[in-house]
């Protein structure tokens, strides 16, 4: 599997927003689930949102929960998380991941991973 | 909530020998589809994670023999028969929870030569 590609990390001042993307060069995007998942520096990962492969499901970790919506569009082969009311807290490389599958079915783990981009909220 | 707490049950170690790290959660993991949807990543130094293993014991296509993992219930572990330079880094243990569908991260346990 051809790693993910995210985009759009950089330096934002607190309460700002931020818009993320993560794109795809394989074949079959539309039928992958796919993940957020952030790591702050020096820190252990964090996963932080979830959407279905059809986009019709997300689900969020309670600390962004209200704050960061995912989406994706499937014509273009890529996901996008928007951020909004950011936190010094939020500062993280962000990566991408798909749903890991075995034999068309979900395996409860995650592959594809991007190099990520590296979000930094300070004043 | 889950909560996965990992502990090294060797560390750090010596090039060829063995090296196993634990991962307990704080209820069972089965889902009541029968499965326990406990996986394993290794993220070396300046790398995105990569997973090893999924549901508790099966290998990712190119993960080498010598790693291996196990466990039920609330306790698993990963086992590296004869550590090698490229196993540096650190191992992460990850659940897959039922409903909703979110993921859990154990704090992630670094292996280190000696």
């Known amino acids: 599997q051809e790693p993910l590609v995210e985009s759009g990390g950089g330096v934002v001042q607190p309460g700002r927003s931020l818009r993320l993307s993560c794109a795809d060069s394989?074949?079959?995007?539309?039928?992958?689930?796919l993940h957020w998942v952030r790591q702050a520096p020096g820190k252990g990962l964090e996963w932080v949102a979830f959407?279905?492969?059809?986009?019709?499901?997300?689900t969020y970790a309670d600390s962004v929960r209200g704050r960061f919506t995912i989406s994706r569009d499937n014509s273009q082969k890529t996901m996008f998380l928007q951020m909004d009311s950011l936190k010094p807290v939020d500062t993280a490389i962000y990566y991408c991941?798909?749903?890991?599958?075995?034999?068309?079915?979900?395996?409860?783990?995650?592959?594809?991973w991007g190099q990520g981009t590296l979000v930094t909220v300070s004043s | 909530d889950v909560v996965l707490t990992q502990t090294p049950l060797s560390s750090p170690v010596t090039l060829g020998q063995a090296a196993a790290i634990s991962c307990r959660s704080n209820?069972?993991?089965?889902?009541?589809?029968?499965?326990?949807?406990l996986s394993w990543l290794h993220q070396r130094p300046g790398q995105p994670p990569r997973v090893l293993i999924y549901?508790?014991?099966h290998r990712v296509s190119g993960v080498p023999a010598r790693i291996t993992a196990s466990g039920t219930g609330t306790y698993f572990t990963l086992n590296i028969a004869k550590v090698e330079a490229e196993d540096v880094g650190v191992y992460y243990c990850?659940?897959?929870?039922?409903?909703?569908?979110?993921?859990?991260f154990g704090q992630g346990i670094r292996l280190e030569i000696k």
């Open positions: 959407i279905s492969s059809d986009g019709a499901t997300k």
């Open positions: 990850m659940h897959e929870t039922e409903v909703p569908r979110t993921y859990i």
């Open positions: 394989g074949l079959f995007f539309a039928s992958y689930d």
């Open positions: 549901k508790v014991s």
């Open positions: 209820q069972a993991l089965e889902h009541t589809d029968l499965n326990t949807y």
């Open positions: 991941a798909k749903d890991f599958k075995v034999w068309g079915a979900a395996a409860g783990a995650l592959e594809s």
